[in-house]
């Protein structure tokens, strides 16, 4: 056996000089722009994603492309032929797959050396002590739901941001993107200080009620945009909404008829150029970090 292992050593240490080699070609103009030093220190960045969708599948591919090597995806959902119009992983040959599983299997191909760990679950009170937040540098908020999104927030800024001379866990978060047209909107504030958002809106509203506050200061991706939406009335969470409720397919069983759509008050109309904006603010806030 030990001698199996010295004969292969020489083979493995080219297969791996080789890989290095495609990585570090594949990052030569950010290497260019950024130098060594700091792609090092990108690719030594731990980041995860909370919800995969019109946001968070921008930022994710983003990131990877900049040179993000660690990344944890985090969604429940299987993707649903709505998500074609906005989400990066969504066409025609992805409905129906593990939005996830989808992505991951996206990124590799774009840096194969990365370590995408995906997640078919929901972040929840009951979820969300499995993630183990205080193991990242990063977390990106890009959840709908009200409930889950004022528990990750109240979560990830109640770690410390800074241990002892160390960066601590850094957390971004993305408001609203539906119901917006005009790019030159999209702006990053401090949470308290967004103005024109509704979801920004409702997290305060919340916070005020239940007299429980974000712990620190973090950043957010926000549009003061404010369009209403002009098409009928959309189907989604009826009987005839198009998500995918196949009794057999991939992914988590106890998953394969969850859809977020049905618990939605209301489904509002978005755009790719809107979400994919907000996920590359939030990769850029990311990358500016991370190189600091």
């Keep these: 056996m030990c001698r199996q292992m010295i004969t292969f050593a020489p083979f493995l240490q080219k297969v791996h000089q080789k890989i290095m080699a495609i990585e570090k070609a594949i990052f030569r103009r950010s290497e260019l722009l950024l130098g060594d030093e700091a792609m ?18 921008w930022c994710a591919e983003s990131l990877v ?29 992805t409905v129906g797959q593990v939005k996830v599983d989808a992505l991951k299997e996206r990124l590799l191909t774009i840096n194969p050396s990365a370590e995408i760990t995906a997640l078919q679950q929901i972040f929840t009170e009951e979820t969300a002590e499995s993630f183990e937040l ?3 540098d990063y977390i990106i908020d890009a959840i709908d739901s009200l409930k889950d999104k004022a528990l990750l927030i109240m979560m990830a800024t109640s770690l410390p941001a800074q241990r002892g001379d160390k960066k601590g866990t850094k957390f971004f978060s993305s408001m609203g993107a539906a119901l917006k047209l005009d790019p030159t909107h999209i702006k990053i504030a401090e949470f308290w200080k967004v103005t024109g958002d509704p979801l920004a809106r409702a997290l305060r509203n919340r916070f005020k009620r239940e007299k429980q506050f974000p712990k620190r200061k973090f950043q957010c991706v926000y549009s003061d945009e404010l369009l ?39 489904i509002n109309g978005t755009l790719a150029h809107i979400t994919a904006i907000f996920g590359f ?12």
């Design 40 to 57: 090092s220190r990108i690719a030594e960045k731990r980041v995860i994603i909370f919800g995969v969708g019109g946001v968070g599948s």
């Design 65 to 93: 492309r900049s040179g993000i090597r660690k990344m944890t995806i985090v969604d429940s959902d299987r993707v649903c032929i709505t998500n074609i119009n906005r989400q990066l992983m969504a066409t025609t040959k």
């Design 134 to 136: 205080a193991s990242y």
């Design 228 to 266: 209403e939406n002009k098409g009928h009335n959309s189907t989604c969470g009826t009987e005839q909404c198009m998500c995918p409720k196949a009794k057999n397919g991939p992914g988590d069983p106890k998953l394969l008829n969850h859809e977020w759509c049905s618990s939605k008050a209301q």
């Design 281 to 292: 603010m939030l990769a850029g806030l990311v990358i500016q970090d991370a190189v600091e």
